[in-house]
């Protein structure tokens, strides 16, 4: 299993969900974390979930310093609107993978 950090694609994608650990409802914020096992989307964690794995295994998972990173070089999701949305992934499939990318390099 690992965790991959994601970047809110368009603003509406900020709604409450339910965590794949713990499975408490929560709202996600901008950066995101997806739990992935056996290259299967297993689903969204809590950031509290996500934090705890990363100071349980630092080595494996992202770190609260990573996230605390991320949030700050991710302040708002890629896209305002639906609209801005469509402009922009048009004919483009692979477009909505990239800007939901993180990249801490
Ligand atoms: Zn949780």
Redesign the pocket.
Known sequence: MRIELQRAVIHGDLHPRD?A??E?HFEPGVVQSLMIGDEVREGY??R??ALNLGRQNPWKFPTPEEYEEADRRYPSSTFTTEEEYDAAVKGDPHAEYRASLVSLA
């Open positions: 965590c650990i713990c408490r964690v809590c509290e979930c």
